[in-house]
């Protein structure tokens, strides 16, 4: 496990305690900590041409 998903592991642990399970951030961290692919990509390609660097 890199040190990036462990802290996704965090962020999405903290939010279940809060009970904040109903966001696209949510969804982000416990993705990434699961090593999924980042349903919220921010980076070309996978981004949509609106928001990437490119």
């Keep these: 496990m890199t040190s990036e998903t462990k802290n996704w592991a965090v ?14 951030m949510y969804r982000r961290a416990k993705a990434m900590a699961e090593g999924k692919a980042d349903p919220m990509p921010t980076s070309y390609p996978a981004a949509p041409h609106s928001i990437s660097v490119a």
Excluded: I, P, Y
């Excluded at 962020?11 to 696209?24: C, L």
């Design 11 to 24: 962020v999405a642990a903290v939010m279940e305690v809060q009970g904040a399970t109903n966001s696209q």
